[in-house]
T-cell receptor, first 111, second 114 residues
Framework: EDKVVQSPLSLVVHEGDTVTLNCSYE??????LLWYKQEKKAPTFLFML????IEKKSGRLSSILDKKELFSILNITATQTGDSAVYLC???????????FGTGTSLTVIP | NAGVTQTPKFQVLKTGQSMTLQCAQD?????MSWYRQDPGMGLRLIHY???????DQGEVPNGYNVSRSTTEDFPLRLLSAAPSQTSVYFC?????????????FGNGTRLTVT
């Protein structure tokens, strides 16, 4: 059973559109939820959401955490072609020794 | 800062061959780990280490060995390569004892086993 489930699997939008990516997770002793952007190489860290920080924003990207409903969303406004990537979310295990990743949402932004 | 460095970037092996994927980090991270990434499967944890001399298995450890003799290095050994091990491998590290510490990834090794 998957611990982290992302939706949609893929998304194609035009430049300037706003997109919302979804991540649902399981929780036993919740520690944090992380978002990453993966282009051709390594995943790069975007946000970490915790019990003390349920909203994060950086430029056109923002993310919120709903601990009651066990999901997080990543919003990207005024999308650009450079936003094209796979977006991953991850949850650490209750010991912090393992990170469980979703399969990702592939975002394509068309000029 | 170099961050997390993986070598090689690409490798082709024949079935039955062995090899070692190298990973080094210069951020003094206690925690290091190896993931494989396959289409439709996401990132799956192979092995991890919470400090020098300590290693443990992740979700998909079979066919792989690791050791952690120093804080900086965490090599991954394929003992007898199989086509099912064709994948992209990522090494990642973080400050384990700090709750708010994200994983930092290397650029990956693309391995093909024929």
């Amino acid at each position: 059973e998957d611990k982290v489930v992302q939706s949609p699997l893929s998304l194609v939008v035009h430049e300037g559109d706003t997109v919302t990516l979804n991540c649902s997770y399981e929780v036993t002793n919740f520690r944090s939820l992380l978002w990453y952007k993966q282009e051709k190489k390594a995943p790069t860290f975007l946000f970490m959401l915790t019990s003390s920080g349920i909203e994060k924003k950086s430029g056109r990207l923002s993310s919120i955490l709903d601990k009651k409903e066990l999901f997080s969303i990543l919003n990207i406004t005024a999308t650009q072609t450079g936003d094209s990537a796979v977006y991953l979310c991850a949850e650490p295990s209750n010991t912090g020794n393992q990170f469980y990743f979703g399969t990702g949402t592939s975002l394509t932004v068309i000029p | 800062n170099a961050g997390v460095t993986q070598t090689p970037k690409f490798q082709v092996l024949k079935t039955g061959q062995s090899m070692t994927l190298q990973c080094a980090q210069d951020m003094n991270h206690e925690y290091m780990s190896w993931y494989r990434q396959d289409p439709g499967m996401g990132l799956r944890l192979i092995h991890y280490s919470v400090g020098a001399g300590i290693t443990d298995q992740g979700e998909v450890p079979n066919g792989y060995n690791v050791s952690r003799s120093t804080t900086e290095d965490f090599p991954l050994r394929l003992l007898s390569a199989a086509p099912s091990q064709t994948s992209v491998y990522f090494c990642a590290s973080s400050f384990h004892r700090r709750v708010q510490s994200p994983l930092h990834f290397g650029n990956g090794t693309r391995l093909t086993v024929t």
